[in-house]
């Protein structure tokens, strides 16, 4: 399984776009990029995914570049509400062992 | 309503007794796995299972046993728990394996064995 690299932790005021970047340098071929969200206390739940190029639904948008070594989780407009911590993973279809790395720490401020 | 619980929510437990955490969902999904949460260390998987009578071992399953005798349910079992097991628990199931897109988590189950 890919490796990820995110940055621990950020900071943003409300309104603010906010941008992750994970990075995964040893993605396969045929891996997906799924990025979970998670509140303290609560399990983690599905944000997005994609393969390449940009994916975007009603939460976010999931912008991979053609190399597909990295990949940015884009939140518009971040409210208090979306302080969390989110999870970039790396793995294709079928794929029985899921590795999540240790996450971004998202501090949204008044 | 689509959800998977978790039995206990929380647990307070001395080492060495016997116990099990339940897990069950309610979406005929064929993959289940539990994971164990630890400040500083992200979400580590301890097993998983792939449907009816069939485990395997995760990134950390020192400790644990489980078992997947129905498709519903995939109990945790501690069969004689240290105090390095002290964690949060969470159980997970996806309609198949890596189906990040259909996989719902539970709960939680807060552990502490003193």
């Known amino acids: 399984l890919a490796k990820t690299t995110q940055p621990i932790s950020m900071d943003s005021y409300e309104g603010q776009e906010v941008n992750i970047t994970c990075s995964h340098n040893n993605i396969a071929t045929n891996d997906y990029i799924t990025w979970y969200q998670q509140f303290p206390s609560q399990g983690p739940r599905f944000i997005i995914q994609g393969y390449k190029t940009k994916v975007t639904n009603e939460v976010a948008s999931l912008f991979i570049p053609a190399d597909r070594k990295s990949s940015t989780l884009s939140l518009p407009r971040v409210s208090l509400s979306d302080t969390a911590v989110y999870y970039c993973l790396v793995g294709g279809r079928g794929y029985q062992k899921v590795t999540f790395g240790t996450g971004t720490k998202l501090q949204v401020i008044p | 309503e689509a959800q998977v619980t978790q039995n206990p929510r929380y647990l307070i437990t001395v080492t060495g007794k016997k116990l099990t955490v339940t897990c069950s969902q309610n979406?005929?999904?064929?993959?289940m796995s539990w994971y164990r949460q630890d400040p500083g260390l992200g979400l580590r998987q301890i097993y998983y299972?792939?449907?009816?009578?069939?485990?395997d071992k995760g990134d950390v399953p020192e400790g644990y046993k489980v078992s997947r005798k129905e498709k519903r349910n995939f109990p945790l079992i501690l069969e004689s728990p240290s105090p390095n097991q002290t964690s949060l628990y969470f159980c997970a199931s996806s309609l198949t394996a890596g189906d990040q897109e259909t996989q719902y988590f539970g709960p939680g189950t807060r552990l502490l064995v003193l």
């Open positions: 979406m005929n999904h064929e993959y």
């Open positions: 299972s792939m449907n009816v009578e069939v485990t």
